[in-house]
């Protein structure tokens, strides 16, 4: 198992991403679920901790309509007249994150319904660089859509 080995960090949570798993750090003193993970409980302060997959379901309890995005966005072609939307997700498993919501219409947002129940979805998206050598390289995104 060499993932038990992987720090407790946003990069370890985007490595895992990668092989398309949502992973949470677990405490290991007080059972809180830490999402992103981070080396420390913010509850009880305890430092030992344990991976623990976490599945993609949830709902939207809250979200936002983005025009101007960050890079990545922009490249994949949205922009103010092809907004994104960007969601928190609660997760059936407790904690809270905040990824971009799919197949909802984005250029309406009053038909995006809170509590959608939403299905985690992994999007490869061209990391686009100025160096035009590595300019294809993909990397996988966690996104959420809306279950059916
Ligand atoms: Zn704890």
Not at 68 to 96: F, H, K, W
Not at 98 to 106: H, K, S, Y
Not at 114 to 135: C, H, K, M, Q, W
Request: charged share 20%.
């Amino acid at each position: 198992m060499g993932e038990a080995a992987l720090p407790f960090t946003a990069a370890s949570f985007d490595t895992f991403v990668s092989q398309k798993k949502i992973m949470a750090a677990r405490c290991k003193k007080c059972g809180n679920l830490i999402l992103p993970p981070r080396n420390m409980c913010g509850k009880c302060y305890g430092a030992e901790l344990e991976w623990e997959e976490v599945a993609g379901k949830g709902k939207l309890i809250s979200f936002t309509v983005i025009g101007v995005g960050p890079t990545p966005m922009i490249n994949e072609g949205y922009n103010r007249d092809n907004p994104y939307c960007s969601g928190v997700v609660q997760l059936e498993a407790g904690p809270r994150i905040c990824t971009q919501i799919l197949g909802v219409d984005a250029k309406h947002p009053e038909n995006i319904k809170l509590n959608t129940p939403l299905v985690a979805d992994f999007v490869e998206r061209g990391s686009y660089s100025l160096v035009p050598v590595i300019a294809n390289i993909k990397k996988t995104y966690l996104a959420f859509r809306p279950t059916e």
